[in-house]
Nanobody, 126 residues
Framework: QVRLVESGGGLVQAGGSLRLSCAAS????????MGWFRQAPGKERESVAA???????YYASFVKGRFTISRDNAKNTVYLQMTSLKPEDTAVYYC????????????????????WGQGTQVTVSS
């Protein structure tokens, strides 16, 4: 089992940047595929980005070119660097983890993940 703790959210003006971090407990972080999701009020949780054990990535179309997901297995941490933020990026951002034997698979849907963090609020003002 893994415990996930997100940080780095906050209030930023449109066009600004934030870097979210997700720290994972345990000694097997490299065995997990990781993902970032977000949920705006009244909307369903949606995939933002995902990263495989070997570093392969997936991005939702609405963040391509603006967001970058990365992982540091030595620090048990996955990051989401967000640039050119827009008001429509306002949401609670969640980190998720799924243990997998595959080094190359990325998981981009909520039902593929067993472990979730508590979320961090990102608010982008216009």
């Amino acid at each position: 089992q893994v415990r996930l703790v997100e940080s780095g959210g906050g209030l930023v003006q449109a066009g600004g940047s934030l870097r979210l971090s997700c720290a994972a407990s345990g000694r097997t972080f490299s065995s997990y595929a990781m993902g970032w999701f977000r949920q705006a009020p009244g909307k369903e949780r949606e995939s933002v980005a995902a990263i495989s054990r070997s570093g392969g990535t997936y991005y939702a179309s609405f963040v391509k070119g603006r967001f970058t997901i990365s992982r540091d297995n030595a620090k048990n941490t996955v990051y989401l660097q967000m640039t050119s933020l827009k008001p429509e990026d306002t949401a609670v951002y969640y980190c998720a983890a799924e243990m997998t034997l595959s080094e190359i698979v990325v998981h981009s849907t909520t039902d593929e993940y067993d472990y979730w963090g508590q979320g961090t609020q990102v608010t982008v003002s216009s």
